[in-house]
């Protein structure tokens, strides 16, 4: 079963608007990362916040972790039409390799 | 500097041929992973290496698929007596560590099995 579940599966937003996503997991980790999918092929990482931390910022991208609800969510703000992708929450519920959720198929609509 | 290269970018083949797929990792990375993403799904854990450790396989959904790394750098996903249900891009990631750290990935492989 996957680790990471991803809410909602696909967001369609106006530009400009905030965009947010959330992802839950369900064992104890030491990191989450978020990475974004254009086109359905190679992933690129955005951030990686670990355990003890609660949030994190990158440019347009706020992070929050939540370890005792097992859950955490990514905020685009002010959106933009290159937004448009597919995003990923990944654990490593093992300390090893990751393991990634469904995905969140955001739009950015002009 | 160079990311992680994968090749071919695309591949069709008949049902029941063998197709290797190849993934040049980032140098100096010691970690190799190797996931399946079928058409609008998320990614599918297939193997990973590690150095010169035993590769990691639990993910290998059937005993036609293998993997191998040569010399601790280029990678080869063979898939023999390919099935339609093999239809999918194959996606190859390196890391400096496998603990729990940034991977970095290649275009990808789009295999259609007709």
């Known amino acids: 079963s996957q680790q990471g579940e991803e809410d909602p599966q696909a967001l369609s937003i106006q530009e400009g608007e905030n965009a947010t996503m959330n992802c839950s997991y369900k064992?104890?980790?030491?990191?989450l990362q978020w990475y974004r999918q254009n086109s359905g092929r190679g992933l690129v990482h955005l951030i990686l916040?670990?355990?003890?931390?609660r949030e994190k910022h990158s440019g347009r991208l706020r992070v929050t972790l939540d370890t005792s609800k097992k859950s955490s969510s990514l905020l685009i703000t002010a959106s933009r039409a290159a937004d448009t992708a597919s995003y990923f929450c990944?654990?490593?519920?093992?300390?090893?390799?990751?393991?990634f959720g469904q995905g969140t198929r955001l739009t950015i609509n002009p | 500097g160079a990311g992680v290269s994968q090749s071919p970018s695309n591949k069709v083949t008949e049902k029941g041929k063998d197709v290797e797929l190849r993934c040049d990792p980032i140098s100096g990375h010691t970690a190799l992973y190797w996931y399946r993403q079928s058409l609008g799904q998320g990614l599918e854990f297939l193997i990973y290496?590690?150095?010169?450790?035993?590769?990691?396989k639990s993910g290998l959904p059937s005993d036609r698929f293998s993997a191998e790394r040569t010399g601790g750098s280029v990678s080869t996903l063979t898939i023999q007596r390919t099935q339609q249900e093999d239809s999918a891009v194959y996606l190859c990631?390196?890391?400096?560590?496998?603990?729990?750290?940034?991977?970095?990935f290649g275009p990808g492989t789009r295999l259609t099995v007709t």
């Open positions: 064992t104890s980790i030491n990191n």
């Open positions: 990944a654990t490593d519920p093992a300390g090893q390799k990751l393991v």
């Open positions: 916040i670990r355990s003890n931390e």
């Open positions: 290496f590690q150095g010169n450790s035993a590769p990691d």
């Open positions: 990631a390196s890391s400096f560590t496998t603990f729990g750290g940034e991977q970095y």
